[in-house]
Nanobody, 114 residues
Framework: QVQLVESGGGLVQAGGSLRLSCAASVSIVSFNMGWYRQAPGERRELVAYITSGGTTKYADSVEGRFTISRDNAKNTLYLQMNSLKLEDTDDYYC?????????WGQGTQVTVSS
């Protein structure tokens, strides 16, 4: 059974940093992964994704501030978030495209305060 467990969310002041982690219960080496975020009542939106080959893409709103990375040996996806803004407050979810199916983690909450 595929499970994704996010961690690292929390409360941080604007301008601060957080690092999110997403641990997978399966080998991620051959699969694309991404981070998404969602506010209550809003659509889930892409923050960043990384291919199995390491190619990355970011939403315009986080380009230059967030960095997505992966450690295939640990089956873990990361999101380093720097220079956080109030508008980055959301629930963050990791996504794994695994053997034709899409799996989501349970989410981790990020709150940026002024």
């Amino acid at each position: 059974q595929v499970q994704l467990v996010e961690s690292g969310g929390g409360l941080v002041q604007a301008g601060g940093s957080l690092r999110l982690s997403c641990a997978a219960s399966v080998s991620i080496v051959s699969f694309n992964m991404g981070w998404y975020r969602q506010a209550p009542g809003e659509r889930r939106e892409l923050v960043a994704y990384i291919t199995s080959g390491g190619t990355t893409k970011y939403a315009d709103s986080v380009e230059g501030r967030f960095t997505i990375s992966r450690d295939n040996a640990k089956n873990t996806l990361y999101l380093q978030m720097n220079s956080l803004k109030l508008e980055d407050t959301d629930d963050y979810y990791c996504k794994l495209n695994y053997r034709g199916y899409v799996y989501w983690g349970q989410g981790t909450q990020v709150t940026v305060s002024s």
